[in-house]
């Protein structure tokens, strides 16, 4: 595995970096790895849970099957990007208020592909709700929980 | 969707007890902070990866490790007879010692660790581990366990009970035999109640393997140093591993320090030790920190759920009552017994169910076969059970023409009556369960049927569960010199919110807000003794040794108060430590600790005065549609209705059984381990469908019944299992209704209901 190293250059929650990457290396390694960032966690492997989700130029991807050399130049966005002062968004907010997980290793990818969800369709129905985090399981099945804080955190998105 | 407004607000005067307060690690699990196994990092780490057996049982004749050892980058290969260069007997187990903590001599399964490579490079060490060769004598294996009675393929040659339990020493160097433990209950005459029975009913039921899936996989990490070990892992049960580890090792338990923090899930995979032994085995031969973590498909090799076969046969009088019961059931532990034995017996006196019956006779029996080992998994052995005697009971209801709902309220085991092992209910609202989930689901009015090709239906189960005991749990309540204080608790936060109640607890008995209390993570060289996160046991049991520690604590703050001369009602509690100790400075500890009263069952009878602290009742109902053309099962509608006690903290309660039963629901639909010759052949999330969003019924309703446990820490009980009870039977019987086919075993595929429609119409589909 004496793998050739490439450098790499991309913003990283809004700050630019470097890493070196071995072509073998996956997104989710390299923000652990690298930049000591967990929220992105590998469960299935395979593209199926949802767990491993990163926003990379502002659309959703597995980070256990994108190859980290593929955001050279890209900008990546991770659940531990917050807004200043470290406050919460409207879609966390409505995560905690409506009890929206159990054991939480599934809610960054959940509440990530939520805020992609209301930035293309702010006012969801249920069904497209449902549809749009099909990609995502929760083991604890706080399903119910999390369609109710998606209807909450659009609520709470609109202008008022 | 759920109904909020059911799960009443009773909160306690002081108010910290029974309100919905959010999870104290809610800002941490969104912003993805949230202290997880697999954020760990050890400086000079190494990564191991398993090499596993290809055979379900077989004599090891050779290991090949020597490409292993050439790949550039591996520290070293590990194999069983390694490990016994620091663990001479590696054989571990929580009821029996039968299993190794790397395969030697034999193996029993497919999927069974054989090799370790370790490698500073996790890639590294996998490449290596698959340039590994095994060569294998196989032997005959058996699968099934029923089969396992009689078979000739013996899976452990003599049976190595653990001495933990004394009720298993009876069983120590039996040879031959795949029973790992039978458990037998005899009560009243059950041979005079069938002969005097006007109808006797007799019916098996099977139910599949299936697997916890925790999204966060199994993973241990182990750091070595001259004369200890810590040990962090994603366990639920630290004190358990300390004790065993330090017994393989012949150390102190001073020695062994095991550290828990948050899990991604547990529902009984990750108890006892599961990676523990082997990465303490590893680190101390590499003299360096290892860490394992397994990927989602080692998990299908590591723990499942019995599968289970159960006969019970019902002497019913022709007015609908049930004055007999006898219950086979035969549960498959595959080959090491994990805490099977336990199930074997501490499930397997609630077979006949939460019915008043006089006479029952119980056989139940844990199996040794050549599948992945199975343990408990959310209800320990109880939604097996009530998929029988509820699919039972509506096949008797039909049978006498009765409603399936009168034909329970017949039976129904009151307060005041004794169960089946002689133990009087107390504090079960079987009864009051039924009638909420009856009147939830407008049982009286008629229902809407369907039409043409899809039919409509409805279906009622309720089960109950006695609590493992006798068990204990210990608790330190520390308050500091600023009046905020710590829960010291070894309670396992794995989602169920055991942090949040523990808090609130705390903060109820110390008279202080909820925002003051922290509670701190498992870490045995600081937080006492607590036998396990498992079987809904926490609330109960750590609840009241964290009352009590916290009670303990206040007592002494107001001894302070009255050393001093100070009133205790007016002088903050930060003014007592600086008068105290001329500054900020000081602590006053609490400690509580648990153990409830208990009467072991009897050997010969299976009978006991007091089997159990409390009782759980869960009931379900669900509304179905049935596609007659392609056997397609919609749930419309489910109803979760338990008795919890009085909620300590009524959202989480519902999270909870809204949880339980929707996980249910998928081992109810779909959820299968599929073998060839031992060999899982769906072990992956691609091939083993777990429940989604797309999944959920349209309507799920949840409620926790007016209720109180008149023994539990503020009138609470646990809840973490109640939920799944019903389900499975509740969307059979709800199948039966709409279609008029029974299936009797698990999952209610299409393929399943289809095959079913056909045979009824006297047109059977070929088998495959």
């Given at each position: 595995?004496?793998?050739?190293?490439?450098?790499?250059?991309?913003?990283?929650?809004?700050?630019?970096?470097?890493?070196?990457?071995?072509?073998?290396?996956?997104?989710?390694?390299?923000?652990?790895?690298?930049?000591?960032?967990?929220?992105?966690?590998?469960s299935c492997?395979?593209?199926?849970c949802?767990?491993?989700?990163?926003?990379?130029?502002?659309?959703?991807?597995?980070?256990?099957?994108?190859?980290?050399?593929?955001?050279?130049?890209?900008?990546?966005?991770?659940?531990?990007?917050?807004?200043?002062?470290?406050?919460?968004?409207?879609?966390?907010?409505?995560?905690?208020?409506?009890?929206?997980?159990q054991c939480?290793f599934c809610?960054?990818?959940?509440?990530?592909?939520?805020?992609?969800?209301?930035?293309?369709?702010?006012?969801?129905?249920?069904?497209?709700?449902?549809?749009?985090?099909?990609?995502?399981l929760c083991r604890c099945a706080a399903y119910?929980?999390?369609?109710?804080?998606?209807?909450?955190?659009?609520?709470?998105?609109?202008?008022? | 969707?759920?109904?909020?407004?059911?799960?009443?607000?009773?909160?306690?005067?002081?108010?910290?007890?029974?309100?919905?307060?959010?999870?104290?690690?809610?800002?941490?699990?969104?912003?993805?902070?949230?202290?997880?196994?697999?954020?760990?990092?050890?400086?000079?780490?190494?990564?191991?990866?398993?090499?596993?057996?290809?055979?379900?049982?077989?004599?090891?004749?050779?290991?090949?490790?020597?490409?292993?050892?050439?790949?550039?980058?591996?520290?070293?290969?590990?194999?069983?007879?390694?490990?016994?260069?620091?663990?001479?007997?590696?054989?571990?187990g929580p009821a029996f010692?039968d299993q190794?903590?790397?395969?030697?001599?034999?193996?029993?399964y497919?999927g069974?660790?054989?090799?370790?490579?370790?490698?500073?490079?996790?890639?590294?060490?996998?490449?290596?581990?698959?340039?590994?060769?095994?060569?294998?004598?196989?032997?005959?294996?058996?699968f099934d366990e029923?089969?396992?009675?009689?078979?000739?393929?013996?899976?452990?040659?003599?049976?190595?009970?653990?001495?933990?339990?004394?009720?298993?020493?009876?069983?120590?160097?039996?040879?031959?035999?795949?029973?790992a433990l039978?458990y037998?209950?005899?009560?009243?005459?059950?041979?005079?109640?069938?002969?005097?029975?006007?109808?006797?009913?007799?019916?098996?039921f099977r139910t599949q393997q299936v697997l916890h899936v925790p999204l966060e996989p199994f993973v241990?990490?182990?750091?070595?140093?001259?004369?200890?070990?810590?040990?962090?892992t994603a366990s639920q049960s630290?004190?358990f591993v300390?004790?065993?580890?330090?017994?393989?090792?012949?150390?102190?338990?001073?020695?062994?320090?095991?550290?828990v923090?948050?899990l991604g899930g547990g529902f009984g995979a990750k108890l006892y030790i599961k990676l523990e032994?082997?990465?303490?085995?590893?680190?101390?031969?590499?003299?360096?920190?290892?860490?394992?973590?397994l990927s989602m498909e080692e998990q299908f090799y590591t723990l499942t759920k019995h599968a289970s076969t159960l006969?019970?046969?019902?002497?019913?009088?022709?007015?609908?009552?049930?004055?007999?019961?006898?219950?086979?059931v035969w549960w498959n532990g595959g080959a090491y017994a994990d805490i099977g034995p336990r199930i074997t017996q501490k499930s397997g006196f609630t077979a006949?169910?939460?019915?008043?019956?006089?006479?029952?006779?119980?056989?139940s029996y844990a199996l040794y076969t050549?599948l992945p080992p199975a343990g408990a998994l959310r209800g320990f052995g109880i939604p097996q059970l009530v998929w029988a005697y509820e699919s039972?009971?509506?096949?008797?209801?039909?049978?006498?023409?009765?409603?399936?709902?009168?034909?329970?309220?017949?039976?129904?085991?009151?307060?005041?009556?004794?169960?089946?092992?002689?133990?009087?209910?107390?504090?079960?609202?079987?009864?009051?369960?039924?009638?909420?989930?009856?009147?939830?689901?407008?049982?009286?009015?008629?229902?809407?049927?369907?039409?043409?090709?899809?039919?409509?239906?409805?279906?009622?189960a309720?089960g109950f569960k006695a609590v493992i005991s006798?068990t204990?749990?210990?608790?330190?309540?520390?308050?500091?010199?600023?009046?905020?204080?710590?829960?010291?608790?070894?309670t396992v936060d794995m989602g169920q919110g055991s942090?949040?109640?523990?808090?609130?607890?705390?903060?109820?008995?110390?008279?202080?807000?909820?925002?003051?209390?922290?509670?701190?993570?498992?870490?045995?060289?600081?937080?006492?003794?607590?036998m396990a996160t498992l079987g809904s046991r926490s609330t109960?049991?750590?609840?009241?040794?964290?009352?009590?520690?916290?009670?303990?604590?206040?007592?002494?703050?107001?001894?302070?108060?009255?050393?001093?001369?100070?009133?205790?009602?007016?002088?903050?509690?930060?003014?007592?430590?600086?008068?105290?100790?001329?500054?900020?400075?000081?602590?006053?500890?609490?400690?509580?600790?648990?153990?409830?009263?208990?009467?072991?069952?009897?050997?010969?009878?299976?009978?006991?005065?007091?089997?159990t602290?409390?009782?759980m009742v869960g009931?379900a109902?669900?509304?179905?549609?049935?596609?007659?053309?392609?056997?397609?099962?919609?749930?419309?509608?489910l109803?979760n209705?338990v008795?919890a006690?009085?909620?300590?903290?009524?959202?989480?309660?519902?999270t909870q059984l809204s949880g339980a039963a929707l996980m249910q629901l998928g081992f109810t639909l779909f959820e299968k381990m599929n073998f060839?010759?031992?060999?899982v052949?769906n072990a992956s999330l691609?091939d083993y469908k777990i429940l989604g969003?797309?999944d959920i019924?349209?309507?799920?309703?949840?409620?926790?019944?007016?209720?109180?446990?008149?023994?539990?820490?503020?009138?609470?009980?646990g809840v973490g299992e109640s939920g799944t009870f019903g389900v499975s039977p509740a969307v059979a019987?709800?199948?039966?209704?709409?279609?008029?086919?029974?299936?009797?075993s698990l999952p209610l595929t299409?393929?399943?209901?289809?095959?079913?429609?056909?045979?009824?119409?006297?047109?059977?589909?070929?088998?495959?």
């Amino acid at each position: 595995m004496s793998a050739t190293l490439r450098t790499i250059r991309f913003t990283l929650n809004g700050e630019p970096v470097t890493a070196q990457v071995a072509p073998h290396r996956n997104l989710v390694e390299l923000l652990q790895e690298g930049f000591g960032l967990f929220g992105a966690r590998e469960s299935c492997g395979q593209g199926l849970c949802g767990c491993c989700t990163v926003l990379v130029n502002g659309a959703a991807v597995s980070g256990c099957l994108y190859l980290a050399s593929l955001v050279d130049g890209a900008e990546v966005v991770t659940i531990e990007h917050a807004a200043a002062g470290g406050a919460l968004d409207a879609v966390q907010q409505a995560f905690i208020a409506c009890g929206a997980f159990q054991c939480g290793f599934c809610t960054p990818g959940f509440v990530l592909m939520t805020r992609q969800l209301l930035d293309e369709k702010p006012d969801p129905t249920e069904d497209e709700i449902r549809h749009y985090l099909s990609g995502n399981l929760c083991r604890c099945a706080a399903y119910p929980e999390i369609i109710e804080a998606v209807k909450l955190a659009a609520r709470k998105r609109k202008p008022n | 969707m759920s109904d909020a407004k059911t799960m009443a607000t009773r909160a306690t005067p002081s108010g910290a007890v029974g309100r919905s307060i959010p999870r104290l690690e809610a800002r941490a699990k969104v912003t993805g902070r949230a202290e997880y196994m697999h954020n760990l990092r050890l400086p000079g780490m190494l990564y191991g990866k398993i090499f596993r057996s290809t055979v379900a049982h077989g004599r090891i004749k050779r290991i090949d490790v020597s490409a292993a050892q050439t790949v550039n980058g591996v520290h070293r290969v590990v194999t069983g007879e390694d490990i016994r260069a620091v663990i001479p007997d590696p054989h571990y187990g929580p009821a029996f010692h039968d299993q190794p903590i790397l395969a030697f001599e034999k193996v029993r399964y497919v999927g069974e660790p054989v090799v370790v490579v370790l490698a500073a490079d996790p890639h590294v060490a996998e490449e290596a581990a698959q340039q590994i060769v095994a060569e294998y004598d196989e032997l005959p294996a058996v699968f099934d366990e029923v089969e396992a009675m009689n078979s000739e393929a013996i899976v452990h040659e003599v049976l190595k009970p653990a001495g933990t339990f004394p009720d298993l020493k009876h069983l120590q160097g039996r040879r031959d035999t795949n029973i790992a433990l039978d458990y037998h209950l005899r009560r009243g005459d059950v041979a005079r109640a069938f002969a005097e029975a006007d109808h006797v009913f007799e019916h098996t039921f099977r139910t599949q393997q299936v697997l916890h899936v925790p999204l966060e996989p199994f993973v241990t990490a182990v750091d070595p140093a001259d004369s200890a070990v810590t040990i962090y892992t994603a366990s639920q049960s630290p004190s358990f591993v300390r004790t065993e580890i330090a017994r393989l090792l012949g150390w102190p338990e001073n020695r062994v320090r095991v550290k828990v923090p948050y899990l991604g899930g547990g529902f009984g995979a990750k108890l006892y030790i599961k990676l523990e032994a082997l990465v303490t085995a590893l680190a101390l031969l590499a003299r360096r920190p290892v860490k394992i973590s397994l990927s989602m498909e080692e998990q299908f090799y590591t723990l499942t759920k019995h599968a289970s076969t159960l006969r019970i046969k019902s002497a019913v009088t022709k007015d609908g009552r049930i004055t007999g019961r006898e219950c086979e059931v035969w549960w498959n532990g595959g080959a090491y017994a994990d805490i099977g034995p336990r199930i074997t017996q501490k499930s397997g006196f609630t077979a006949p169910g939460p019915y008043d019956i006089e006479n029952v006779h119980i056989d139940s029996y844990a199996l040794y076969t050549n599948l992945p080992p199975a343990g408990a998994l959310r209800g320990f052995g109880i939604p097996q059970l009530v998929w029988a005697y509820e699919s039972h009971s509506d096949m008797i209801a039909r049978e006498l023409e009765m409603d399936p709902l009168e034909f329970r309220r017949k039976n129904i085991l009151r307060n005041g009556r004794p169960q089946a092992t002689g133990t009087v209910m107390r504090d079960a609202a079987i009864d009051t369960v039924l009638e909420r989930l009856a009147a939830r689901m407008d049982w009286e009015r008629p229902f809407d049927r369907g039409t043409g090709t899809v039919r409509r239906g409805r279906g009622i189960a309720i089960g109950f569960k006695a609590v493992i005991s006798p068990t204990t749990s210990v608790s330190i309540v520390n308050v500091y010199a600023d009046g905020t204080c710590s829960v010291y608790c070894s309670t396992v936060d794995m989602g169920q919110g055991s942090d949040t109640a523990m808090a609130q607890i705390a903060a109820e008995a110390l008279g202080v807000p909820v925002e003051s209390v922290a509670v701190v993570h498992p870490d045995t060289d600081v937080t006492p003794y607590d036998m396990a996160t498992l079987g809904s046991r926490s609330t109960y049991h750590m609840g009241h040794a964290v009352r009590l520690a916290a009670g303990d604590a206040r007592d002494k703050l107001l001894a302070l108060a009255r050393e001093l001369g100070l009133s205790a009602e007016t002088t903050p509690v930060p003014e007592l430590f600086r008068k105290k100790y001329g500054m900020q400075a000081g602590n006053v500890v609490g400690v509580g600790s648990f153990i409830p009263s208990y009467t072991p069952t009897n050997h010969e009878t299976g009978l006991s005065a007091n089997v159990t602290p409390f009782w759980m009742v869960g009931a379900a109902g669900a509304e179905v549609e049935v596609d007659t053309e392609t056997g397609h099962v919609r749930v419309t509608r489910l109803i979760n209705v338990v008795d919890a006690g009085r909620p300590i903290n009524p959202r989480i309660v519902e999270t909870q059984l809204s949880g339980a039963a929707l996980m249910q629901l998928g081992f109810t639909l779909f959820e299968k381990m599929n073998f060839d010759a031992g060999q899982v052949t769906n072990a992956s999330l691609a091939d083993y469908k777990i429940l989604g969003i797309l999944d959920i019924p349209l309507s799920i309703e949840n409620e926790a019944v007016d209720a109180e446990q008149a023994s539990g820490p503020f009138g609470a009980k646990g809840v973490g299992e109640s939920g799944t009870f019903g389900v499975s039977p509740a969307v059979a019987n709800a199948i039966d209704d709409a279609v008029g086919v029974r299936l009797t075993s698990l999952p209610l595929t299409p393929e399943a209901v289809y095959r079913a429609l056909r045979a009824a119409q006297g047109a059977p589909l070929p088998e495959d």
